[in-house]
């Protein structure tokens, strides 16, 4: 009897009231392994909100609400949690950067369209809210919680239309447009049906707060997306869920009302709380994978998608997810990692949900705040305090100084030294301020920040001391770079992995094929995320291109854009390409030592080759240079012609003789003879 009537108990959980026993196999399975699933959502909820309560203390520390109490007339906060969290997030990424998606080696899609593509993720990035998203999980993660999450998704807005359920596109364009106008083809009705057509879409890159984050706490691993499912708890007004979800009035009075309590968040405004959640519907969004929780899986990649809502035993959504299709091959395309991401820059083994910084160093800043708490107290109830002796002051000068109306002279009978004096204050210990740099000190270590990052310089007298304490920095926050690297990647290839199946492939040219996303790397730059100061920037820009501009394997147009940009120029107007060079002339070095040399038919060659050689009108006009220049003398008249030879010419009538050839007039001439300096010269040093 009591084995019939466990049946039959069972048989009423698997069987919710208005259901029969006689189901589906295949229902029942499913519906029992939704039921687990929502068990591990429950349980994980439950867990959560411990942590929520200490997430909500590291928050307020870094607002600077170091005490519970409200009253902080004799408190003092030493808010060291606002700036190392600014100056981290900062040091780990400040910039939005490039995505470089890359082909495997196995394919051949390359070229236009791939570039196209990469273009188009990038912009896709910036509008989907990459920057803001960043902005706001990184406090989560060094501050808050120790994790940061962060969903990336796609939307749409449809509307049911009605179309033909033939193929009119085969048809003449005025054939098919009669028939979509009439209604009728070939006297037959077309027949109809209802298709939800695309209004409007877009994609969503937002934090999701860690105090909605769903994970199954047998996970003990620091990569989420090894995680058998992930998920995370949610609100959206009436309105958006009824045509989100497709719900009628029946089923507002079940789903209204936000099942959340105010420990379940992160701050405790009382005026936040003052919402009106009996307009909100509330709902538990989970992705698991389907090879871990259906034995009938065929694909390690496969993801599900399941959306529970607060006040509906039942899932109204329960889907493979969207992000991803099946091929006719049965490969899978589209994403492969989960749509929430989760980034945590520590791990403590077997705990997937390290401490923050801010929890770590919190001993430290309590020591810190009750130490500058404890000199505020001591300055302001150690105020100076005077005595007098009643015996030997006058009564009415009593009355003043214990009024506090006394700073001037003061009649007294005697020595005054011993009739008004005052108490001896107590010192502040001078071990303090040296407790309170050990505390600063181990604060730094903890969250790898010292004075040099945080800008103070404080404690750096040399050069070589302040660039070991900056390598130092550099090796270990480079690990924790590496890390916001890897998931702005991960967000990047997911959402690139959706583009591949909601957007249309001709828009990226010739070659592109959505079915390769798989074979796509997503990557970018070293250090890309780090926003490098502006004079920096300029030194590393040209130290490149006197280094590697004369290789010819670099484009020098954008990074010289990039110069005029850092230097206050507009690059469209200073940048423009140069003009074509001639053709370099050969180098040819003569050297002419005479007028034999012009005289070397291979020399007067060369000289035409560079253009050297003069043109024959020089030449002409050289010779008629040089004739008019050297007059020659006529010869004299000769006698046997009947010529008579000029007054005062030679006797006999004999003409003079004609001048000597050039070299000819002293052959025996030579050059100057040698200078003779020493004594034992025969000529005794003369010329």
Known sequence: MPTDMTNRTQEVLDNPPGETSEVDPLAKKKKKRNDQIRSIVETCKTYRRKLVENWSISIDYRRGKGFSSESDTEKVTVPLDWSFTKTKQASLFSQVPQIRVNHHPETMMAGPGLHKFES??????????????????????????????????????????????????????????????????????????????????????????????????????????????????????????????????????????????????????????????????????????????????????????????????????????????????????????????????????????????????????????????????????????????????????????????????????????????????????????SFDQVAKNDLSEAWTIGNNQLGSGVDVETKGEANEIASNFQTRVGRERAKVASFFVNIGEILGSLMCLYEDPAEFGEGFDPGLSALLEFSILADSTVLVDSNLRLKRLNDFVNTYAKSGWVALEPVLKEIASLTGLDPNVVIKAPEPAPPAEPNISLRLTGGEDMMNPLLLAFMMKSGQAPEPDLIMKAKELIQSAVVVPSPPPNPADGQIPPPGGPAGGVPPPPPPAVGEANPDATILPTIKKRSDDPSGGQI
């Open 120 to 433: 188009r993720v990038n912009d896709t990035l910036k509008a989907a809210g990459i920057e803001a998203a960043m902005d706001e999980v990184l406090p989560d993660c060094i501050n808050a919680s120790g994790i940061g999450v962060a969903l990336v998704s796609f939307e749409s807005i449809t509307e049911d239309k009605e179309v033909p359920k033939m193929d009119l596109s085969m048809l003449p364009p005025e054939i098919a447009a009669q028939a979509l106008q009439t209604g009728m083809l070939d006297g037959q009705p077309i027949e109809m049906e209802v298709v939800p057509q695309v209004v409007d879409k877009r994609y969503v890159i937002q934090r999701i707060s860690p105090s909605d984050f769903i994970w199954p706490l047998n996970f003990v691993g620091s990569d989420f997306n090894q995680a058998s499912l992930i998920g995370r708890s949610g609100r959206i007004p009436w309105a958006e869920a009824a045509k989100k979800y497709k719900l009628t009035d029946a089923d507002k009075e079940s789903v209204l009302g936000e099942d959340r309590s105010v420990i379940d968040r992160l701050t405790h405004d009382i005026d936040k709380d003052q919402t009106q959640p009996d307009q909100m519907v509330g709902f538990d969004e989970i992705w698991y994978k389907e090879f871990q929780y259906n034995e009938d899986a065929s694909s390690y990649h496969t993801l599900h998608h399941l959306v529970y809502l607060h006040g509906k035993h039942e899932p109204v959504v329960d889907e493979p997810w969207k992000g991803q299709k099946i091929d006719e091959s049965g490969k899978v395309l589209g994403a492969r990692k989960f749509p929430l991401q989760v980034i945590s820059l520590a791990y403590i083994s077997d705990e997937c949900i390290p401490p923050s910084d801010s929890a770590i160093g919190r001993g430290q800043v309590d020591e810190l705040n009750q130490s500058r708490t404890d000199r505020l107290k001591q300055r302001r109830r150690n105020v100076p305090v005077r005595w007098f002796d009643v015996n030997r002051v006058d009564p009415t000068i009593q009355q003043s100084l214990m009024r506090g109306t006394w700073q001037a002279m003061i009649p007294v009978q005697g020595d005054g030294s011993r009739i008004i004096g005052e108490v001896a204050k107590v010192g502040h210990p001078q071990e303090d301020p």
